[in-house]
């Protein structure tokens, strides 16, 4: 089935610098999503992607679906305390029936102040 | 507007039990899908109901069943629980149920926590 490779596993950074992470996947897919999770809530979500090549800012986030539809990166400029979580990427195929999301392992965000 | 909302937060069952989790929509969106959230792992599909019709099912046993309501609310169904069922069972709702762009951008709810003994 379908798989998404997400790194790295876990970063520890400093207030105020910057962090980026990515997704790879074998197969193509049509739409890729970033979300970040607080710990015992569910997944919320930072920014949609819809078009190959396509690169999207929400804030300090920024984020971009890969030309070959394969892959995607999140980077966070200047990191908040309250970055802290874990960011998960998904993606979206036509290739499977309905519109189920094939999600990443997840990236840990420690953020020291 | 409220978002996704489930019920309920937290379950404690005992192996062999049955339990009913319960999710409504955003309001306006026709489609609700279930995901399995093992600790340490991300979320993994279960199923997706569009206008009360399955549109997709992953890769789980028939203990799992699910349905969705006139109304668009949805209900997932676990038989026979055994331990490895402990999870966050999360609901996510679009508009539609297919992928289309934005408008099967999927809204996640808060989960409820499943925990079996």
């Known amino acids: ?3 998404l490779n997400q790194s790295p596993q876990s970063m520890f950074i400093q207030e105020g610098e910057d962090v980026s992470m990515n997704c790879t996947s074998s197969s193509i897919f049509n739409t890729w999503l970033w979300y970040k999770q607080d710990p015992g809530e569910g997944p919320v ?5 819809y078009k190959a090549g396509e690169l999207t800012s929400n804030g300090r986030l920024t984020a971009q679906f890969g030309i070959t539809r394969k892959d995607s990166f999140l980077n966070i400029s200047a990191s908040i305390p ?6 998960f990427c998904a993606g979206q195929s036509k290739e499977t029936s309905g519109s189920r999301l094939t999600f990443g392992e997840g990236t840990q965000l420690t953020v020291n102040p | 507007d409220a978002g996704v909302t489930q019920s309920p937060t937290h379950l404690i069952k005992t192996r062999g039990q049955q339990v009913t989790l319960r999710c409504s929509p955003i309001s306006g969106h026709k489609s609700v899908s279930w995901y399995q959230q093992v600790l340490g792992q991300g979320p993994q599909f279960i199923f997706q109901y569009y206008e009360k019709e399955e549109r997709g099912r992953g890769n789980f046993p028939d203990r799992f069943s699910a349905r969705q309501f006139p109304n668009y609310s949805s209900e997932l ?3 026979a629980l055994l331990l490895g069922d402990s999870a966050l069972y999360l609901c996510a709702s679009s508009l539609v149920g297919r992928t289309s762009g934005k408008t099967d951008t999927q809204y996640f709810g808060p989960g409820t926590r499943l ?3």
Not at chain 1, 45 to 49: G, K, S, T, Y
């Open chain 1, 45 to 49: 979500l930072l920014i949609a992607l």
């Open chain 1, 1 to 3: 089935g379908q798989q």
């Open chain 2, 115 to 117: 925990t079996v003994l």
């Open chain 1, 82 to 87: 309250s970055d802290v979580g874990i960011y």
């Open chain 2, 77 to 79: 169904n676990v038989n």
